[in-house]
């Protein structure tokens, strides 16, 4: 009985891996048609579109298993129907020779002679439960060969159900290939444009990184300012020591670092652009600014959500960053850039999965870039993600 439960589950859960690669897809593509129409950044258009083949790959690849799933289900499918067959044969050549001994002995005055020429009353009775249980044998063979019957028509009913799925399989799987080689000439296309477009990019580049250091530097001065704390001695001083945490701050901070690797994603979106230091795709020798944090690819408008309750610290403008939130966890902080729309104050307390705003379309990418500090030390934020 445990196996077609676990079967079950196990086709749900690639239903739903299969379903949220689909979703991720139909999110990049929608991003990258934006980005047509109104950015000329090509570095952006490539890093969604290899995206898209990394997701088209992972859905050909997961239809495919699904195929193989489906096609070992058909084998096993088969072998039960010549099984069960094989079992319907044997029944009904038991069930001929039944009627055929019942056909030779059909005269009842010969079946009431057997009877009634026992030697005692014993015998009698005995061969007369002999006779009643032969006909009651051929009325349960005769229920058996029907039940079997109709389990064989389930099976190849079963059978036609899962060859049909696999045929679906094989034309979703053969439509993606097609749309993955697609978006594999679109990319080829994007690296040609961008090898011959290397002045325009360094001057780009060179944009972004200024943007990125003015915003690490803002970020960077504001946890050391409110990591030190320092307070108000007598008017006009200061004591230069940090001023002591309270027990609120204290048990946050910890309940914020149990959490690792479970808080929720502060928008529904891809990641194209990850924590750290790295180089460009096309021009492997020239390094992208540093991301202190991760760039999530989502929809214009897009709700973001605070991954965390904590208070409101600041709500700044940067060039090239929009408005961004700035949210206290304790010890912890997390940053909420370009950002279209902001509903939330200084001052303000926040719970987890509160709306801090709308995500922003800059430049033609719609992108929530996003920061996780501990302390003064910046954090890959995906490590920290659910």
């Known amino acids: 009985m445990a196996w077609p439960v676990w079967g079950q589950t196990t086709k749900a859960g690639m239903q739903q891996k299969l379903s949220k690669v689909q979703n991720e897809i139909a999110a990049l593509d929608k991003q990258i048609k934006a980005n047509e129409a109104q950015s000329s950044d090509a570095l952006s258009q490539l890093t969604l579109t290899r995206k898209k083949i990394a997701a088209g790959k992972e859905l050909v690849g997961e239809l495919g298993r699904q195929i193989d799933s489906t096609n070992t289900k058909i084998s096993a499918k088969k072998k039960d129907i010549a099984r069960a067959s094989e079992r319907y044969d044997m029944m009904v050549d038991a069930y001929e020779l039944l009627v055929r001994k019942a056909y030779v002995n059909r005269d009842t ?54 060859k049909a799925e696999s045929v679906a399989l094989l034309g979703s799987r053969a439509s993606e290939l097609k749309a993955l080689q697609g978006d594999e000439k679109k990319e080829k296309a994007l690296v040609d444009k961008l090898s011959r477009n290397k002045a325009d990019f360094q001057k780009q580049l060179a944009r972004k990184q200024k943007e990125a250091e003015a915003l690490n530097k803002s970020i960077r001065d504001f946890v050391a300012k409110q990591a030190s704390g320092k307070s108000s001695g007598k008017k006009g001083t200061t004591t230069g020591k940090s001023s002591p945490k309270s027990q609120a701050d204290i048990k946050l901070s910890n309940e914020f670092a149990g959490n690792k690797g479970k808080l929720p994603w502060p928008v529904q979106g891809t990641v194209v652009g990850q924590f750290g230091q790295h180089n460009h795709p096309v021009y492997t020798n020239v390094k992208l600014p540093f991301n202190n944090g991760c760039n999530i690819a989502t929809a214009a ?81 995906e490590m920290w993600l659910r």
């Not at 902001?342 to 307390?349: E, S």
């Not at 719970?351 to 890959?380: A, C, M, R, Y």
Request: some cysteine; charged content about 25%.
């Open 109 to 162: 005055r010969m079946w009431l002679t057997y009877i009634f020429t026992g030697k005692d009353l014993g015998q009698v009775l005995r061969r007369y439960n002999y006779l009643r249980s032969m006909s009651e044998d051929m009325r349960a063979q005769a229920r058996d060969i029907r039940d079997q019957k109709s389990l064989m028509e389930r099976e190849m009913s079963a059978l036609d159900s899962l």
């Open 301 to 381: 408008g897009e709700p973001v959500k605070a991954v965390f309750a904590g208070t409101v610290k600041n709500v700044a403008v940067m060039p090239g960053y929009n408005q961004c939130v700035l949210v206290q966890h304790g010890d912890y902080y997390t940053f909420y850039c370009k950002l279209r729309d902001v509903r939330v104050g200084t001052g303000d307390k926040v719970k987890v999965g509160d709306v801090l705003g709308s995500v922003d379309t800059i430049s033609g990418e719609t992108q929530l870039h996003f920061q996780l500090w501990s302390g003064t030390n910046p954090q890959d934020p």
